[in-house]
Nanobody, 118 residues
Framework: QVQIVESGGGLVQPGGSLRLSCAAS????????MGWYRQVPGKQREMVAI???????NYADSVKDRFTISRDNAKNTVYLQMNSLKPEDTAVYYC????????????WGQGTQVTVSS
């Protein structure tokens, strides 16, 4: 069982920045594709950004050029740098770890709240 722990959420004004972190308790971190997702009440969880085990990235159109996902395999950690935040970015942000060779090895964190408001 892999534990996923997110941190870094909070309240920020529009136009501000936050950096989310996600730590995974696995020695096989480099074999996991890592992703950030977000969810608001009454809506489906949506993909925000994904970084593959090899470092390739993919972003939702709504966050391109504002958010950057990165990973540090030595620290078993993935980051989401969020700049130029908008009120519509307000959501609970979840980190996901998906093993590249097994669909059953798929783990979620408990989520961290991001609120963008003046």
């Amino acid at each position: 069982q892999v534990q996923i722990v997110e941190s870094g959420g909070g309240l920020v004004q529009p136009g501000g920045s936050l950096r989310l972190s996600c730590a995974a308790s696995t020695m096989a971190f480099s074999f996991y594709n890592m992703g950030w997702y977000r969810q608001v009440p009454g809506k489906q969880r949506e993909m925000v950004a994904i970084i593959s085990s090899g470092g390739s990235t993919n972003y939702a159109d709504s966050v391109k050029d504002r958010f950057t996902i990165s990973r540090d395999n030595a620290k078993n950690t993935v980051y989401l740098q969020m700049n130029s935040l908008k009120p519509e970015d307000t959501a609970v942000y979840y980190c996901n770890a998906a093993h590249i060779r097994s669909t059953t090895l798929n783990y979620w964190g408990q989520g961290t709240q991001v609120t963008v408001s003046s």
